[in-house]
């Protein structure tokens, strides 16, 4: 590592939580990567053993106790099934405390200020009852990591997707948890449907067993990953990928090649007639 790098430490980190030594320089580290609350830093830990001084071991073991001191938010998934990958967040619920002089935020006090606040976001930001027609009560729009839950999002309702409230509930607490390979809204809402389905709720299917079938489809366009969700729910299959996918794929693609050739050509027309026409005139 270069000599000149260096890390910028909010006060903070250091006064309202008490951090100290390796501590704070992982937590520094993760903030950084951190600041617009979505992103995970996703990095090996012999990188923030460079940076900290220490060895990987130690880098695990502070890893540990600023999770479970709630300074950390963790999550983990499995590559190609196999593989467990660690990502990790700064919990920005700790720098927004005011009155805790205490490490952590596992104290009382700490996490009273912080249910407060949710409380108090609950109240003003949510709809009255006869606002909301679908029947969502005031929890309903807030996931465990106080976000608007995806059903919310996407205007879905028991009725609407003829299934009881306990498998949304269920989708909800799974869908904020899974990395998308598509960000777009039409490819998260059709996953979102998917997954109520009978042989994709969790009753049926593992957490890892959602995630490896999305990263299986980071290797396809999202049109085509669309399709495969798609033929999925209307056809009640219990994967995306079959053995006959590649050569469908295949298929697809050279449709997709003809179509714009047939297209580029009918332009390509289109513009000798109207060069003619001009000419003519």
Do not use: H
């Amino acid at each position: 590592m270069k000599e000149n790098n260096y890390i910028t430490i909010p006060g903070f980190l250091r006064t309202r939580l008490d951090l100290k030594g390796s501590e704070l320089i992982i937590t520094a580290i993760i903030y950084g990567y951190s600041q617009d609350g979505n992103s995970w830093f996703m990095g090996k830990t012999e990188y923030i053993a460079e940076w900290a001084g220490i060895t990987d071991k130690n880098v695990l073991r502070s890893l540990k106790s600023l999770t479970e001191k709630g300074i950390l938010e963790k999550k983990e998934m499995f590559v190609n099934n196999k593989a467990k990958r660690c990502y990790y967040r700064f919990n920005f619920e700790c720098a927004e405390l005011q009155n805790s002089t205490v490490a952590g935020c596992q104290n009382s006090t700490v996490n009273n200020n912080i249910n407060n606040n949710i409380n108090n976001n609950i109240k003003k930001d949510a709809k009255a009852s006869k606002e909301n027609p679908d029947g969502f009560s005031q929890a309903d729009f807030f996931n465990e990591e106080k976000t608007v839950k995806a059903s919310v999002k996407f205007g879905f309702t028991p009725d609407a997707l003829d299934v009881r409230k306990q498998v949304i509930d269920k989708v909800d607490n799974y869908f904020a948890k899974l990395v998308f390979p598509f960000d777009s809204d039409e490819f998260k809402r059709n996953f979102y449907i998917l997954m109520c389905q009978p042989k994709w709720r969790t009753s049926q299917k593992s957490f890892s067993a959602i995630q490896a079938n999305l990263n299986g489809l980071s290797k396809y366009p999202e049109e085509f990953a669309l399709i495969l969700i798609k033929e999925s729910i209307s056809k009640g299959w219990a994967a995306l990928e079959y053995d006959s996918t590649p050569e469908k794929y295949e298929k697809w693609e050279k449709m997709k090649r003809s179509v714009k050739t047939e297209q580029q050509s009918s332009k390509e027309i289109a513009d000798m007639m109207k060069y003619l026409n001009n000419d003519f005139d």
